[in-house]
């Protein structure tokens, strides 16, 4: 029935004879309804009736809700040859680790790039996380369906897209004919997306008709937006303190916000210009140099360090890229560390080796398990502040819960962590919980 039904609702589409349910996704004047994810603040922006990504940076602009099962029609064109952007349906409400882009299903939005593997004319893939299987085959087994047809007009010409998604099926149109699909989505439901990657796209005549329910399963569903705001624009350091002789070292490239390990500032260290008090803290990482055979320190989990027979110190070799962190409310004790040591990162050092605090409190800041991923793969934390309780989840495990830090400030900036090594940092995002 489901699979009859989406069969003659494509038809009827196609042949302009359904209006009645249909609803604007832009209205036309301003950005209601959308969220942006983690771009500049005039990235998107509204001009003559049409939605206008500047390209960068790059990164994406989601709806304030979740869909299931829709028709969506827009009409887009790039404004110079080789331009590129995307749709994405069913995404998550945040970026995936390490990169600018939500976990989704991309409908391609590409100007004048062909190849046997990729096209400009309404290619559709899973991204990031998500899985699909696509109508046809690829050449190389990929989650992407390449179009049956060439049918999109080059940069400067107006393109229309008809796009039907139910029950994890999704059919696109270019331009009056359906020539790509796929089935058995994952997930289902969640956001829909406008992408900026680097050049000027235009769209207009967004609109939506929602279809009925199938009932996904909660695994089919992308996770709900929780209130994540990013601090990082991806053009600038605006909403950190800019202090002069940071200039040229704490650098925004696109997405990714790099740190060469040499401010000439007197505080190296980047502050955030507001102050937080309860936060969640999401933050990826990454080390940029190339790791050195170093004997560095084991310590137990109770925090103590390792000794030997003779009562001499135990290391352990291992791959050494550097060391950083990140401070919690203006305050260099309560540090989440960054590093390369056997027992991983996520401990709070100045909290660890304090002698003076009792055993228990300095056994709670110590790594629980070692979840970094190797010297030059994205890292991410998920760090929580909650009065004097802290949790740190690094790549989807716990390394510090619930662990208690007596006398901390109740409020304070952010900062990522000057320490004389390179590093990168991205999808900087923080929601209040106070």
């Known amino acids: 029935m489901i699979v009859g039904g989406f069969i003659v609702c494509l038809g009827l589409l196609q042949a302009g004879a359904i209006e009645q349910g249909w609803l604007p996704l832009f209205n036309g004047k301003d950005l209601s309804g959308w969220v942006n994810v983690n771009c500049a603040p005039n990235t998107f922006s509204v001009r003559d009736g049409m939605i206008v990504s500047t390209g960068v940076p790059t990164g994406v602009m989601r709806t304030e809700r979740q869909y299931e099962n829709f028709e969506l029609e827009l009409e887009w064109r790039h404004l110079a040859p080789g331009g590129n952007a995307g749709l994405f349906v069913w995404a998550d409400p945040i970026t995936a680790p390490g990169v600018p882009f939500t976990r989704a299903i991309e409908v391609q ?133 800019q202090e002069a002789g940071h200039k040229g070292h704490w650098q925004p490239k696109d997405w990714i916000l790099e740190y060469d390990g040499k401010s000439e500032a007197p505080d190296k260290h980047l502050w955030s210009e507001e102050e937080y008090g309860d936060f969640v803290l999401i933050c990826d990482w990454r080390w940029t140099a190339k790791g050195t055979k170093r004997m560095r320190p084991v310590i137990l989990p109770n925090g103590e360090y390792a000794t030997d027979d003779q009562g001499k110190p135990k290391e352990a070799e291992v791959p050494d890229a550097g060391d950083s962190g990140i401070y919690l409310r203006g305050n260099s004790k309560s540090q989440v560390n960054i590093c390369c040591w056997p027992s991983g990162s996520g ?73 004389g090594d390179p590093i990168q940092f991205a999808n900087i995002y923080v929601k209040r919980l106070d």
């Open 109 to 241: 939005i590409l100007d004048g790039r062909n190849s046997d593997d990729y096209t400009s004319h309404g290619d559709l893939f899973s991204i990031h996380g998500a899985t699909f299987k696509p109508d046809r085959p690829h050449p190389k087994g990929w989650m992407r369906c390449l179009p049956s047809e060439w049918r999109a007009k080059p940069a400067g010409e107006w393109n229309h897209y008809h796009v039907v998604c139910s029950n994890g099926v999704i059919k696109l149109a270019v331009n009056g004919k359906v020539v790509s699909g796929g089935s058995e989505s994952q997930p289902r439901q969640g956001y829909i997306c406008l992408e900026s990657e680097g050049s000027q796209c235009h769209f207009r005549n967004l609109r939506i008709k929602e279809l009925p329910s199938t009932n996904p399963k909660p695994n089919e569903i992308a996770p709900l937006a929780e209130g994540f705001k990013s601090l990082y624009s991806g053009i600038d350091l605006n909403g950190w303190k």
């Open 347 to 419: 401990e709070v050092w100045g909290y660890r080796t304090d002698q003076n605090l009792p055993s228990a409190v300095r056994a709670a800041v110590t790594p629980k398990l070692n979840a970094d991923k190797p010297i030059g793969q994205w890292n991410r934390f998920v760090i929580t502040m909650k009065g004097d309780r802290l949790t740190v989840n690094l790549n989807g495990q716990t390394v510090i819960g619930d662990a208690r830090l007596p006398e901390v400030p109740k409020r304070g900036r952010i900062a990522l962590q000057h320490h």
